[in-house]
């Protein structure tokens, strides 16, 4: 893996990190569907707030579930980029041993 040991550490590096942020927005997502304020939280006056702020708690956990599959999802692509990276590196490896062999 001469070619590629830093490149694939950064990008290994990189799919962890995208795995964790992954899960905090899944644990975001998850708690904003049962978020919003109660009918009573604003008082008689108030009553009115939660009905105005639902549309606001569906909409942020749509985009915060989004944004967790785009994580997912390039997560999958760099795991597969690295596996394409290991197998080029150990092609490579096997026919200079085979060149090796020859000489």
Do not use: C, W
């Amino acid at each position: 893996m001469a070619g590629y040991d830093y490149l694939r550490d950064e990008l290994q590096a990189h799919v962890s990190h995208l795995g964790g942020v992954s899960d905090k927005l899944d644990t975001a997502a998850s708690r904003g569907a049962g978020a919003g304020a109660p009918p009573g939280a604003y008082g008689l006056i108030g009553s009115f707030i939660p009905a105005l702020l639902q549309p606001l708690v569906e909409r942020a956990t749509r985009v915060t579930s989004a944004g967790r599959e785009s994580l997912v999802d390039t997560g999958a692509m760099m795991r597969r980029t690295l596996e394409n990276y290991d197998q080029v590196e150990t092609d490579n490896a096997t026919a200079f041993r085979d060149q090796e062999q020859k000489l």
